[in-house]
């Protein structure tokens, strides 16, 4: 069936649009994986396309916008990965990491780890999480990770994986109550981990941490999301294990 589903998507993405000229591919594989997704202009697609359903890993990120570790971890393991397996994983990215926060009364103020730039970072991701559906976000932040300058390539990658939202909004939220009240809520999800976090990237699965988790999900998160579906592996479980990645920041 699913295979029935994927020719009718490909069908209908064909009438709908134009695939990239790069594109060395048939049809029926452009969402065998990110690369060839990407080469062939349909990942968006492919992962409006996978669907979601309740026995799905959770997969939750809580990371810092300019950590190396954390740069590295998401754009060499859980995007590859979530572009995979989208149909058996949930994303929680939650940007804050190793920063600290203090009250003056009206608002809350941030230090982070790697200087003001990161505390911009982390609050523009943010507001794109809250402004933007799930999947976009994650490919718009992606973008943005994956750029030698995380920061000034946030508008770059909104406006080519979500043209029709707009930067100055994203601004407003950045720069007013809402993302400050927004980055708060990031700052008590990460100070209510149990147990608390030591570094990041810190990786819980399906609500959990554990060393054992952590070292499973940097070393080869694809495997790891395999092995803990409980239902009909996807055909993509079958593919070889990605890179490893084991960088982080500490407090």
């Avoid at 730039?117 to 992606?142: K, P, R, Y």
């Avoid at 939202?165 to 720069?175: R, Y």
């Amino acid at each position: 069936m699913k295979g029935v589903s994927l020719l009718i998507f490909v069908a209908c993405f064909v009438v709908a649009t134009s695939f990239s000229l790069s594109c060395r591919h048939p049809p029926s594989a452009w969402c065998s994986s990110w690369e060839i997704a990407n080469e062939c202009g349909v990942l968006k697609q492919c992962l409006e396309y996978n669907s979601t359903n309740s026995d799905s890993v959770e997969v939750a990120l809580y990371f810092e916008s300019l950590c190396p570790g954390c740069r590295q971890f998401l754009t060499t393991q859980l995007f590859p990965t979530w572009v995979m397996l989208n149909d058996i994983m949930k994303v929680q990215l939650v940007p804050y990491g190793n920063a600290e926060e203090s009250f003056d009364g009206k608002q809350y103020h941030f230090t982070c780890q790697h200087g003001e730039t990161e505390c911009l970072g982390n609050m523009i991701e943010t507001c794109i999480l809250n402004s933007v559906d799930q999947g976009t976000a994650f490919l718009v932040i992606f973008c943005m990770e994956a750029s030698s300058d995380v920061v000034k390539a946030g508008q770059t990658c909104l406006e080519l994986y979500s043209p029709s939202s707009k930067w100055d909004n994203i601004m407003t939220c950045v720069k007013g109550d809402q993302g400050n009240k927004l980055m708060h809520q990031n700052a008590v999800i990460t100070k209510a981990l149990k147990p608390p976090h030591k570094y990041v990237p810190w990786i819980t699965i399906n609500g959990e941490h554990t060393d054992d988790l952590q070292d499973k999900a940097m070393g080869s998160l694809f495997n790891l999301v395999c092995s803990l579906y409980k239902g009909e592996k996807p055909q993509a479980c079958t593919l070889a294990a990605t890179g490893k990645s084991r960088s982080y920041c500490f407090n």
